[in-house]
């Protein structure tokens, strides 16, 4: 006997992050009781984000469009570039802070014992913009974990071999927290205090 | 300017019970990160719930078919007809009991303030079931609360009536709880030592 269509909602549901069965089963009963429409709407827009968010080609964070907003905004200093692991984290220090420079998201960290190296992280794509000259300082973001450590570590040889100034958030993210996470007021305050990367 | 589709999606997302924007952004960043397949399934499997499933006409409860599988099944003793407020409520019975009757949902209770009379829960459907004379017991299981109990007492003379036994579950259910988060063991036991309505 094949699942009825409930049951495959209920199911469906549950590849939404932290969504167990049995929040799944009220998030199905309260769209049909309640929310048809809203749930017609949220189809639609899955199924078209689904298909049509890729990545932006400048710095990878996602995008509908071949260049981002943030990348194609003639506003934005071109002289800083801020590495950060996530999309998240970019909005994080974008809503935190009042930086004004550029973004370019990694999508990961290094973790060589996943099989992320530098090039899953497009580490090619950001060798090749330091190379071009524009950027001035790289800010770099990563988390402040162990891998997120490492990551910065070769973030920083890779800027300082192209004559590129890497610089740290200062101490104030706590040490093995996430950067989403962090409160605005603390996130602020780091991004603020960022110093310069030493050998 | 027009929203992204990003940000579409994670408005779109806080249609769900108990998901705030932060919560619907993690989820849109997931899905977008690392489970385009699982959000292309759930787009399709919530816009096919939400045209499809519709209510039985036997028992009101969700049902692609036009009666549901429960009312459809020759295995079910029709002679016992257990009446409930959602379809959560049927599903945490069915699956803490043994019951092996039949169900009428009423998607709701009694609640004057709110425009929701004996219309708005079905109870012509019930009246004329109960009239059919097949069903012997009415097994009244809506929550204990103000509004559950007042409907439990309409619902008990509705019965009488028409020769129909109504009963109640037995205390254990909590007052003032939701049954449809009752432990199995304690709704278990509930079911089992239900007792007949007094007047
Ligand atoms: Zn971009
Ligand atoms: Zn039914």
Chains 1, 2 share one sequence.
């Not at 699942?3 to 167990?20: C, H, K, M, T």
């Not at 984000?49 to 080609?57: F, I, L, P």
């Not at 950067?179 to 110093?195: C, I, K, M, N």
């Amino acid at each position: 006997m094949t699942a009825s269509l409930l049951e495959q909602l209920i199911d469906a549901l549950r590849v939404l992050p932290g969504v167990g069965h049995k929040s799944a089963q009220r998030m199905a009963y309260h769209l049909l009781e309640r929310q048809r429409d809203g749930g017609r709407r949220l189809a639609a827009t899955l199924e078209a984000a689904m298909e049509r968010v890729g990545h932006c080609r400048r710095c990878r964070d996602f995008s509908e469009a071949e260049v981002c907003a943030i990348c194609a905004s003639p506003a934005r200093d071109i002289h800083l570039l801020c590495v950060v692991e996530t999309p998240a984290d970019r909005l994080a220090i974008e809503q935190a802070t009042g930086y004004r420079g550029l973004y370019f998201v990694l999508q990961g960290r290094l973790s060589p014992l996943d099989g992320i190296g530098p090039a899953e992280l497009g580490l090619d794509l950001l060798a090749q913009r330091l190379q071009e000259g524009e950027v001035r300082e790289l800010i770099v973001a990563t988390n402040p974990t162990v891998e997120g450590e490492a990551t910065a570590h070769y973030l920083a040889q890779l800027a300082r071999a192209r004559g590129v100034r890497p610089s740290r958030l200062a101490h104030g993210v706590p040490l093995g927290g996430e950067l989403e996470y962090v409160d605005r007021g603390t996130l602020s305050h780091a991004f603020g205090s960022r110093s310069e990367m030493q050998e």
